[in-house]
């Protein structure tokens, strides 16, 4: 009986819970002469998620999805043991867009005791959520080159929606020669153009209409860069008075470099724009590029 059959298995999708339950797997499909690709998640799975697992699979033959909150990335006064623990219906998703493994361990499989190695991200990590939530980024960068390793998948495919994270993990990949390629898939987005995303649960009625402010400041600041405003510390002042406005607490807004995520104070080219903001207790972030009219003009 091969490794994939001898799994337990949800939804009728092989889980493997251990390191060694996982290498055996993916060993078995590349000794069929299988690609990889790979989706970490935490879980909570949605449209999204789904948008991310049908790019992997038009990528390789076999794919597989972490479901993993992981506790490094999660600060003091964060909302860890809130965060939605929804596996059952995470396999269900998973066996629909043709999942061909769930890596679902425990905190003590991924960080057994004695564990004191971490991965310590550059200057891509210090600035805006980095900044707001100091370690995450450790924590992000620590698990995904953990998760790399095991699964040493040809593609691991990554949403946009954290542009940062997306970022600061393809510099991570680049810098320590990791042989999987990152992909970034464009962010998904609710009919009313709200980034998806599994903390949107935790939004009121009311907070969930303010927090269409966010696409909708974003959709402005696209239009009046691409009429020929240049000014980023108008477009953000715009963007920050829209989301307030909303009854938003905007904890950041920057537009940055796409590759560096170093502030710009003029659009004279490609460009994204950043956000975070709460409504109520719940943390959004999101971002768009921005391109001005004279590089538009010169096909940059």
Sequence with gaps: MSAELSLPSLAGV??????????????????SGRRISFVPTMGALHAGHMALVDHARE???????????????????????????????????CRAHGVGL???????????????THVEPGALAER??????PGHFRGVATVVAKLLNLVMADVAVFGEKDWQQLQVIARMSRDLNHPTEIVGVPTLREPDGLALSSRN????????????????????????????ECDAARLIAAIVG????????????????????????????PAQVLIAAYFGST???????????????VGV
């Design 283 to 297: 943390r959004l972030i999101d971002n768009a590029r921005l391109t001005s009219a004279q590089s538009r003009s």
């Design 128 to 133: 805006w959520c980095g900044a707001s939530r």
């Design 59 to 93: 990528r390789a033959e076999a794919v597989v999805v972490s479901v993993f909150v992981n506790p490094l990335q999660f600060g003091p006064r964060e909302d860890l043991d809130a965060y939605p623990r929804t596996l059952p219906a995470d396999a269900e998703l």
């Design 201 to 228: 649960v935790f939004l009121t009625s009311e907070e969930r209409r303010g927090a269409r402010s966010i696409p909708d400041a974003l959709r402005e600041a696209q239009d009046k860069a691409s009429a020929g």
């Design 14 to 31: 092989p889980i493997a819970r251990s390191p060694d339950d996982l290498r055996t797997w993916t060993a078995t499909q590349r000794a």
């Design 242 to 269: 829209r989301v307030s406005d909303a009854g938003g607490r905007v904890d950041f807004v920057g537009i940055v470099d796409p590759e560096t995520l170093v502030s710009c104070s003029s659009i004279d080219g």
């Design 102 to 116: 769930i890596f679902a361990p425990t905190a003590a499989a991924m960080y057994p005791g004695g564990f004191e």
